[in-house]
């Protein structure tokens, strides 16, 4: 007899929900089935159905059920059928399987209508923080935020799952994902749940900047003032394994407090001009991803920094010309190419974002970059014995990425207007002032 599928076939599930529901097709086709959706722990939403007899599945665009404790479960975003589809033999029957990859589920677990939402719980994954304080309402430590935008101020507290400690080991040691706490904030006058949500989107990017991993919610809750528990969205967002090159202490609260309400009106300000949320984030911490080897995770960091060079001069105005060949022929002599060193430079000068950069620092930066586009291979690898006398190479592949890191820390703090204690991964992981 072959195994029935369970969700446990795709990860291990952080919710599961089980009952009797229905699947319509663009024609308008609906198909009854036994369900059993939920989401993993590394995010992705996933739904089984199993049919009594056989169907063609194309073209779904709608999911409804409901559990066996009377919860509705909905789906109408974007539904793609994955792997394990198939007709299984049960004592002279036949049943029919399939499993859909959802963008998002949404559990209605209250109808009540004179119930009004208040406060939303978002779960995130993979973020390691120290709480310190007592607050009311929870039953634990927490670290709470006040995030000034200069119109508004959002309260927003972080609460630690109750197994926050055996999760939080788990990832570090597996390099998985799990959701690891839950930013709890509350509805104000006039605020809307899609406010807040952009609220807990620019706080994971700013808290991804500090602890040097993707930071991401995946579920968000919906209570009601009297604590009940009103409607749960499931979303299938980006999520990666988790990296430990922190730039901002998680052990010391303070600092972790003192950096987001710092950074948080400067990254509203410029998350849009720098395409901070749009690549450029996603780009720096992709390279600190561990999965790869140095000379790769080496490049990706070169390129992160290409992508932050050429948004910085195109808020600058320094854009490509074409001239006509007549007047391109009286210039061509008295032209000449802008190196990459020039335009770190010029980015990096106290007329812009103000990043003080020795001259070798500077060289060495610029010959890696060179090395890693051009060869393959860290500078270290590729330099001659004239290279080593003119810029002298990190001993170690590993010491040269990690002064790589360190320079993309820096430049990120400083566009992010932040002075004060990070942590320097280039030289054993102090923690230093920037200043």
């Known amino acids: 007899m072959t195994k029935q599928p369970s969700l446990g076939y795709y990860g291990d599930p952080l919710v599961v929900y089980k009952g009797e529901g229905r699947l319509t097709s663009d024609s308008g086709q609906v ?51 994955i792997p394990w589809r198939e007709k299984i033999e049960m004592r002279n029957r036949i049943q029919s399987w399939a499993a859909f990859s959802l963008r998002k589920l949404i559990v209605e677990l209250f109808k009540e209508r004179r119930k009004k939402p208040q406060t939303l719980r978002f779960g995130l994954a993979n973020l390691s923080f120290t709480p310190i304080e007592t607050v009311s309402g929870f039953p634990g430590g927490v670290l709470s935020f006040r995030l000034n935008t200069g119109t508004n101020t959002y309260k927003l507290v972080l609460d630690p799952v109750s197994d926050y400690n055996e999760r939080i080991d788990k990832v570090k040691v597996t390099k998985g ?6 930013a709890v904030v509350n509805l104000g006058d006039g605020q809307t749940i899609e406010e807040l949500e952009q609220v807990v989107d620019n706080l994971c990017y700013i808290l991804s900047v500090a602890c040097g991993t993707k930071i991401n919610w995946v579920y968000r809750d919906i209570y009601s003032s009297d604590s009940l528990s009103l409607r749960r969205l499931h979303a299938t967002r980006v999520t990666k394994p988790y990296t430990p090159l922190s730039i901002i202490d998680p052990r010391n609260p303070h600092e972790t407090r003192a950096f987001v309400e710092q950074v948080y009106p400067v990254y509203i300000k410029k998350k849009d001009s720098y395409r901070l949320h749009r690549g450029t984030i996603d780009a720096y911490l992709n390279a600190k991803q561990e999965a ?8 990706k960091m070169v390129v992160a920094m290409e992508m932050m060079v050429w948004d910085i001069r195109r808020l600058l105005g320094i854009n490509e010309e074409i001239l006509h060949k007549s007047e391109f022929r009286k210039l061509r002599i008295k032209l000449k190419r802008r190196s990459f060193r020039d335009m770190v430079e010029e980015i990096t000068s106290p007329d812009h974002i103000s990043l003080p950069l020795s001259d070798d620092e500077l060289e060495l930066f610029v010959r890696s970059r060179n090395s890693l586009v051009h060869k393959g291979d860290l500078y270290c690898n590729t330099a001659n014995n004239r ?36 942590i320097d991964c280039s030289h054993d992981f102090d923690r230093v002032m920037l200043p």
């Open 177 to 182: 994902v799990d959701v690891t706490c839950e």
């Open 292 to 299: 790869d080897f140095l000379e790769m995770r080496g490049l």
């Open 387 to 422: 290279d080593r006398v003119t810029c002298p190479p990190k001993q170690t592949p590993a010491d040269e990425y990690f002064f790589l890191t360190n320079i993309l820390d820096r430049m990120f703090l400083k566009i992010l207007g932040y002075q004060g204690i990070y």
């Open 31 to 81: 198909m009854e089935c036994e369900f059993e959706a939920g989401q993993l722990r590394a995010g992705e939403v996933v739904l089984l159905c199993k049919f009594s007899d056989v169907h063609r599945l194309r073209n779904i665009n709608s999911f409804q059920g409901q559990t066996s404790d009377n919860c509705q479960v909905s789906s109408t975003d974007f539904i793609m059928g």
